[in-house]
């Protein structure tokens, strides 16, 4: 099984489709692209600030390394452990970041595949704006002042 938490803006659009294109899913656990190729993940994600933070652990660390008199090969060894704590930690750092530009977390999905996953999430949401639609109109329904039976008034002729 596969769980992905589910994001969307604050201020979601009002248009139905524009809205689902504005969710997000995040994969929990390991993101092992992250792991491969940490700066085109990051890149992709669009995460500047991690990438920041990312790119200065790295040469640090390595820069760290050197001074303590190890050779390149160590150095190079020591730049794969911000990799590793990345891949580990990418998801986690992908929804702060979404958070950050005021996305929230709606729902949390678990199925087989990523697809199930949208189905399964999508058809909840359908159903949850239909039933908000509903109340919606039933709560205008009530709030409406009721209008009289007869706004015209007669007069009388000449």
């Known amino acids: 099984m596969i769980a992905f938490t589910v994001h969307e803006p604050s201020e979601p659009s009002r248009d139905i ?4 294109d504005e969710v997000v899913f995040v994969k929990e656990g390991t993101a092992w692209l992250a792991l491969l190729f940490p700066v085109l993940w990051l890149l992709a994600q669009r995460m500047w600030l991690v990438l920041a933070a990312f790119i200065g652990l790295t040469v640090l660390l390595s820069a760290l390394v050197l001074a303590m008199g190890a050779n390149q090969e160590a150095a190079a060894w020591a730049s794969f452990a911000p990799g ?6 990418a998801n986690d750092l992908r ?3 979404i958070a ?3 996305y929230q977390m709606v ?8 697809d199930d996953c949208e189905m399964k999430f999508f058809a909840d949401f359908a159903d949850r704006l239909g039933t908000a639609r509903d109340a919606a109109v039933e709560t205008a329904r009530a709030v409406a002042p ?10 009388p002729g000449p």
Do not use: F, H
Request: glycine share 2%.
């Open 100 to 102: 950050r530009r005021g």
């Open 146 to 155: 009721s209008a009289p039976a007869n706004t015209v008034q007669n007069s």
């Open 107 to 114: 729902a949390a999905v678990t199925a087989r595949t990523r």
């Open 17 to 20: 489709l524009k809205r689902a």
């Open 95 to 97: 929804r702060w970041s």
């Open 84 to 89: 590793l704590l990345l891949a580990v930690q």
